[in-house]
């Protein structure tokens, strides 16, 4: 008798009509781990800002039909995913599960939906390739406050091989599709985050960074590569450079802008409204010689192939943690590492490398 293989996809969700989009602002915005503030501050803030940009948000999200596409999107990746495992685990029985942070399925749902399950081994799979506290450890935090149990918690996956090459082979075949212009700027585009939350030890950026450079190695033909980060809240200073500013200064040089949602594994607001519409007409309106939008992840076969060697390999083993190929990637400095937590020594920095 094979083993019942629970594998829980962790994304953020998303309204799912018009009238969650104020209800999905305020759980977004009360998270700890989003506002700096603290009770009974936060939850004012999160009901102020969600009542002022409710009614923006439901008209852009009224564009897609309503709501957000993440949870469809998410079920599409869970099915293929299931598939491939399927295929890579013959004897055992495998079934993925929702675990949205900010809209259903909740976290609460799919804890008690494996709970129900019966599930041997679960695996917790955060659809968010570079580790930030705000996304990952977010969605882990609320696995544990929902009285989730044991399992084996991948952190992140910013430079494995088939998710490197998979989000490649997209870029290319958007140059190749939009004619193979010449003059190309690459903008490889990540949701920004407060300064400070990178000061405090964050690692997504790094993270973020690494998964360019080497994006970046399999494109030899597209030598102009910036990374950028959009989708700005607030009024605290935010990494960058921006995406708005970025491609204000690419389409003011004449370049033809390919824009990555290099940090976005799944089609939503970010992508279908920011980048395809007001990034869109941005360049436009500059100058731009070209504006082609690389689409996300979502099935491609490499990328679901790199999620299902990544479940295969944290079934190795105990339970617990479980860092790509085994072992910290974050340098010293980002000490909000999970690794760290669980005990792995930090990466070598590059200087100390060399």
């Not at 935090?141 to 998710?163: L, N, Q, S």
Request: charged share 20%; with cysteine; hydrophobic share 40%.
């Amino acid at each position: 008798m094979g083993r019942k293989i629970a594998v829980v996809l962790f994304n953020l969700g998303g309204p799912d009509g018009q009238a969650t989009v104020k209800p999905f602002l305020r759980n977004l915005f009360n998270d700890p781990a989003i506002i700096y503030a603290p009770w009974p501050v936060r939850p004012f803030l999160a009901w102020l800002i969600s009542t002022t940009r409710g009614p923006k948000a439901a008209k852009e999200y009224a564009k897609m039909g309503g709501g957000s596409p993440i949870v469809p999107e998410t079920q599409r990746q869970a099915a293929a995913l299931t598939k491939a495992l399927e295929a890579a685990l013959p004897g055992d029985e495998v079934r993925c599960f929702l675990a949205m942070r900010y809209w259903h399925p909740f976290t609460k749902e799919a804890v008690e939906a494996v709970r129900d399950w019966g599930a041997d081994e679960t695996v917790l799979l955060p659809l968010y390739p570079q580790f930030s506290t705000t996304t990952t450890g977010s969605s882990l935090k609320a696995w544990r406050d929902a009285g989730g149990g044991d399992a084996r918690t991948i952190c992140c996956f910013p430079t494995e091989p088939e998710f490197i090459a998979a989000h490649a082979a997209l870029i290319r075949k958007a140059w190749e599709e939009a004619g193979k212009p010449d003059n190309v700027r690459v903008l490889h585009s990540a949701h920004g985050l407060p300064e400070i939350t990178i000061q405090r030890g964050d690692p997504y950026q790094w993270q973020v960074e690494e998964t360019v450079k080497r994006v970046t190695a399999l494109l030899p033909e597209l030598g102009d590569h910036i990374t950028c980060f959009q989708s700005k809240v607030g009024p605290l200073k935010w990494i960058g450079p921006s995406t708005e500013q970025t491609v204000e200064t690419a389409a003011r040089e004449g370049k033809h802008i390919i824009l990555s949602p290099i940090a976005f594994v799944s089609e939503h607001i970010e992508t279908l409204v920011e980048l395809d519409e007001e990034y869109a007409e941005l360049a436009h309106a500059h100058g731009a010689q070209g504006y082609t939008r690389v689409p996300a992840l979502g099935v491609a076969q490499g990328f679901i192939s790199a999620l299902g060697g990544l479940v295969v390999s944290a079934l190795a083993g105990p339970s617990g943690l479980k860092p790509p190929s085994g072992n910290m990637i974050c340098p010293a400095e980002f000490g909000r590492c999970p690794c760290r937590e669980a005990g792995y020594k930090p990466a070598k920095s590059e200087d100390e490398a060399a």
